[in-house]
């Protein structure tokens, strides 16, 4: 079992910067792919970025690409989402997710795909 926490979300203004948390808990974190998806009210949670259990690859929506960077340290059990010139459009709130897997290399964009996720962070972003 794992239990994810996202933290770091908050108001910012057109252009500004967010570095998001997301702190797992089990032994297993390590080996797990995560992820972060968003939902802004009104739509369908979307996927947003991805990475490997070891970090060495990653994958990210277009919309984002460029300007979010996702990374992870498996020493502290947690997972970033560096979010650089945010816009308006990012407004959502932000859930990190694992996928129960071991050893894979594949990167994964699904929400079906994922099998633990937090509760969530909220990222507004003003104009």
């Known amino acids: 079992q794992v239990e994810l926490a996202e933290s770091g979300g908050g108001l910012v203004r057109s252009g500004a910067s967010l570095r998001l948390s997301c702190a797992a808990s089990g032994r297993t974190f390590s080996s797990y792919p995560m992820a972060w998806f968003r939902q802004a009210p009104g739509k369908e949670r979307e996927f947003v970025a991805a990475i490997t259990w070891s970090g060495g690859s990653t994958s990210y929506a277009d919309s984002v690409k460029g300007r979010f960077t996702i990374s992870r340290d498996n020493a502290k059990n947690t997972v970033y989402l560096q979010m650089n010139s945010l816009k308006p459009e990012d407004t959502a709130v932000y859930y990190c997710?694992?996928?129960?897997?071991?050893?894979?290399?594949?990167?994964?964009?699904?929400?079906?795909?994922?099998?633990?996720w937090g509760q969530g962070t909220q990222v507004t972003v003003s104009s």
């Open positions: 997710a694992a996928r129960y897997e071991t050893g894979g290399s594949a990167l994964y964009s699904r929400v079906r795909e994922y099998h633990y």
